[in-house]
Structures are given as structure tokens and as C-alpha cells.
């Protein structure tokens, strides 16, 4: 099993800029493929980015390419997602996930289910 807590989030103005941090522990890091999900209010989970093991493979939904970057660091056993020309609809709350099933194309609506570790969230809200 992998314990994950998220850190970063806050208020920040449209067009600006957050990095959250999601630290992992327990099982080897690198074993775990990762993502971010957000949930906005009223509206249901969705995957936001997705990184391989090895971090050598990232994918994105649509609406954030370009502007969100997904990282992370094995030997600190942490994923990151660098967030740029934050808009008001980017608020919700942010989760880290891990999971060691294989990947799935974005568009797939069962993302979040191939996911079976969660962190415990953390609030992004962008002003306008």
C-alpha cells in the first residue's frame, strides 16, 4: 500500500500560478503510476494529468494543456503538478492518485476507478 498527502493549494487570482506537491510513503514509489484529479463543486471527479512510473510519459486533459505540468521526483517520492494561467474554472479540490494497473486513454470515463490509492485532497480556488 502507498499513503499519499497533498500539499500547496490555496486562493489564487486568475492568470496565476500554483505548485502542489503530493508526498508519497510505503511501498516503492517508482512501483505506482500517479495523477491528479480535480472535483469541482457540483460536478463529478476528473482526471487531470497522468504520469508513468518513470516519469518519461505524462498525459493531459484538454483543458489544461499547455498550462499544467505533471512531474515527479522518485528518489523524494513525490509527484508534482505545476499549474500556469490558472482560470476560475480550475477551482475544486485537487487529489493525488496512485495506482499499478496499466493506463488508460484519458477520454476512458473509468480513470478514476483504476485508481486505488487517494490522498486526502487539497482546495485550489482561482479568483476572477
Known amino acids: 500500500q502507498v499513503q499519499l498527502v497533498e500539499s500547496g493549494g490555496g486562493l489564487v487570482q486568475a492568470g496565476g500560478s500554483v505548485r502542489l506537491s503530493c508526498a508519497a510513503s510505503?511501498?516503492?514509489?517508482?512501483?505506482?503510476?500517479m495523477a491528479w484529479f480535480r472535483q469541482a463543486p457540483g460536478k463529478e471527479r476528473e482526471v487531470v494529468a497522468t504520469i508513468s512510473r518513470s516519469g518519461a510519459d505524462t498525459a493531459y486533459v484538454d483543458s489544461v494543456k499547455g498550462r499544467f505540468t505533471i512531474s515527479r521526483e522518485n528518489a523524494k517520492n513525490t509527484v508534482y503538478l505545476q499549474m500556469n494561467s490558472l482560470k476560475p474554472e480550475d477551482t475544486g479540490v485537487y487529489y493525488c492518485?496512485?495506482?499499478?494497473?496499466?493506463?488508460?486513454?484519458?477520454?476512458?470515463?473509468?480513470?478514476?476507478?483504476?485508481?486505488?490509492?487517494w490522498g486526502q485532497g487539497t482546495q485550489v480556488t482561482v479568483s476572477s
Open positions: 492518485a496512485a495506482t499499478t494497473r496499466p493506463p488508460l486513454l484519458m477520454s476512458n470515463p473509468s480513470q478514476s476507478r483504476s485508481f486505488d490509492y
Open positions: 510505503g511501498r516503492t514509489f517508482s512501483d505506482y503510476r
